[in-house]
Structures are given as C-alpha cells and as structure tokens.
C-alpha cells in the first residue's frame, strides 16, 4: 500500500472524533442532527441501491429519499422511540415486548403506507398513481418489513441507546437496500 493510500484511511482516533462529535450535535440538535443524517443515510442507501442494481441513477428518486429521510423519517422515528419509552417504561421482557409489538404491528404499517404514498408524490406521480403504488405495493411490502425488520427492531428497541435508535435503524436500511439491489443485479 502506499503512503498516499495510507494517508486517506481515517484512524481509529479520526473516528473516535466523529463519532464524539456526532454525540455531541445529538445532544444539542437532537432533531436535526437525526433529521440530516436520515436524510444523507437514505438518499446514500437509494443512490448506493440504483448503482448495484446497475441502472442509470435517478437524481428525481435519490431527491425524493434524500428529502423523506430528512423530513419525515428523522423526525418522525426520533418522537416514535420517545414514545415507546414513555408507553412502556422500565425494563423486563413484558416492556420490551410492549415496545417491540407496538412498533411492529401499529407503526410500522402506518409508516409504510405513508412512506410508499410520499415517496411517490416526491417522485413525481399523482394522488391516484400514489395511491395506487400504495395498492400495489403495500401487503407485500408489509411482511418483507416484518420479517427483516423484527429482530433488528428487537435489537434496536431494547439494546441500542436511544439517541442512537434513529442512526442504526437508518444504517440497517442502507444495508437492507444495498442488499436488496445486489439480488435483483444476481
């Protein structure tokens, strides 16, 4: 390896520093500081996707993850964890059921309707063609969410700190997307 290619992997202590910054915008900015990085993460995890699945990038569709991600999922899923937390304090498998169940079976199919439908008005379709992505979309989309999304949840919910829960879930969304592009490429 060369100098020159040395010099551009960040160490250990580069890494360290951002992630101590990032600690530090999410308790100064909680909102925000999710808000932009759901953003980046999702229009990342859309252009990422579009490129693995080896079409031409879509600026109109990674816009459209890019403006979702930081204007409804950033904020929405930071108040969703909050809640979740006031609903069902404490510790103890009953809680942490409580929590998981409720964001399974009551959030998650809300948001999934909302995300289809506005994904498409960003993209361009109208409110029939959205909602008719919705009709075509959603079952299946459902149950894809239930069965990759439950134990990443499970984790998330119960062993990730709670100003991290919006970061990791947008990270297992860039790692769900890439790997869903890989397949259709296979």
Request: proline share 4%.
């Amino acid at each position: 390896m060369s100098n020159c290619e040395q010099t551009h992997r960040p160490s250990y202590g580069q890494i360290q520093s951002l992630l101590a910054f990032y600690q530090r915008l999410l308790k100064t900015n909680p909102i925000l500081t999710k808000s932009i990085t759901s953003g980046i993460i999702a229009c990342a995890g859309s252009t990422l996707s579009q490129v693995v699945a080896g079409g031409a990038v879509s600026t109109k569709v990674s816009r459209s993850f890019l403006i979702f991600g930081s204007l409804v999922t950033g904020p929405v899923t930071h108040y969703l964890y909050i809640a979740l937390d006031k609903l069902f304090p404490g510790t103890g498998l009953a809680k942490s059921l409580l929590r998981v169940l409720t964001d399974r079976l009551v959030f998650s199919p809300a948001f999934l309707f909302l995300t289809i439908y506005l994904l498409g008005r960003l993209q361009g379709l109208t409110n029939k063609e959205a909602l008719d992505a919705v009709k075509e979309k959603y079952f299946s989309s459902l149950l894809a969410n239930w069965k990759i999304w439950t134990v990443p949840q499970i984790v998330n919910i119960n062993l990730v700190a709670p100003q991290n829960r919006v970061l990791f879930a947008n990270l297992v969304a860039l790692v769900w997307n890439f790997y869903l592009a890989s397949a259709k490429k296979k």
